[in-house]
């Protein structure tokens, strides 16, 4: 049976990345599928062969995701509300059969799945929720108190009421919101059970198949250094941060006559020019292919962003983590429980202790071990076709 799906995600390259070949395999199986993205993501979706939903993105990332809980909650709930009027205006009368959407951006889809009486699915490229282990609680553990002021709890209490408003508008205050975590339904999760913290605990309803990580193959403007030389890959990945260039700065310093080869992925900031003159043995560019460098790595040095850490683990790359976000906090202290790398405090550690953590890292063999095991159990979660076979067999099913 072939039918009609909506995907909905979140507007960030690591979380609309792992949709892509799923998407293109349900299209190749005769489905048709509608993908609700922000602008920039067109290309890339049109590209699988979707039927592209474009809305207007409200997230801050010019601006900066705000630091108190109470902002950020508001960001990311007016983030997932705004595909609402352009997906009720092209749904109504072409109703799809399954609604798909990202773990950060659950409320258009799941609102449109009740409204309906639609299956909804969440696909989720970060750790997952159950009753054992809560994501939210991991990330509010680490940013200390977050007992929220009172100027927090008007804000979200002024948003509720604006919220309101909007579905009222659409014509949906009628449906019940109750219950919208992913723990309440089918969810497709795009790491490997053993990654996953309290793994062991989640049901069939988790259907883990490992990152769907496209075949990047060599990159044709990098080349390795000669055989024998060490390389460590550094980046923070693409999303803005601050103090980047200062961080650059500093590694390209402390890995000056040392032996290491080191490549710095800068992102979209800062220019290479920023960083001034660099050592003989450190290279900065805007952007390689991760995979090029990664399969000539012995450590990868990363921000902790759940798609990097999956790229170096599904090599067997073992990790340096400098993690910023409360998410990424826990994406490393994983990593670290596992014995997949060490974490090391962005904020406070010099420079030289970044090296002597790399040097660690690479000279303790466990390390190496631990990071092929997991290859190995990414090789074998599934991938594509698992996550594919998943979703179609919930298309029959009444709404959740």
Known sequence: MTGH?????????????PTLPVVEE??????RVTYAAADRF???????????????STFPWQ?????????????????????????????TGDVPDLFVHDSAATEAARLLARHWGRTSVQSSAVFVSNSAFSLNQAQDAGRGDNQL??????????????QDEILDGLGLSHVDIE????????????????????????????????????DQGEDDDWRPPAAGVPVVLISLGTSPSPGRAEFFTNCAKAFADTPWHVVMTLGSSPHPDELGPLPANVEARQWVKHPAVLRHADVFVTHSGMGSVMEAL?????????????????????????????VVDRETAAADELVDQVNRVAGD?????????????????GGVTRATDFVESLMGNSGN
């Open 5 to 17: 799906i909506a995907f909905f995600s979140f507007p960030a390259y690591a979380h609309l990345a």
């Open 26 to 31: 349900l299209v190749r199986r005769g489905h």
């Open 42 to 56: 067109a290309d890339q979706v049109e590209a699988v062969g979707a039927e592209l939903l474009r809305y207007d």
């Open 63 to 91: 601006e900066g995701i705000p630091e108190n809980v109470a902002g950020q909650a508001i960001a990311f709930i007016d983030e997932a509300l705004s595909p609402l009027p352009a997906a009720l205006e092209r749904f």
């Open 149 to 162: 002021p009172m100027g927090d709890m008007a804000a979200l209490e002024k948003f509720a009421q604006r």
């Open 179 to 214: 219950g919208f975590g992913g723990d309440n339904g089918p969810n497709v999760v795009y790491l490997p059970r053993e990654f996953q913290v309290k793994g062991e605990t989640f049901g069939p309803e988790f259907c883990f198949v490992g990152p769907m990580l496209a």
């Open 314 to 342: 599904s090599i067997g790359v073992p990790l340096v983590c400098v993690p910023h976000h409360a998410e990424q906090n826990v994406n490393a202290a994983r990593a670290a429980e596992l014995g997949l790398g060490v």
């Open 365 to 381: 063999a466990g390390f190496r071990r631990a990071a092929e095991a997991m290859r190995d159990s990414i090789a074998s979660a």
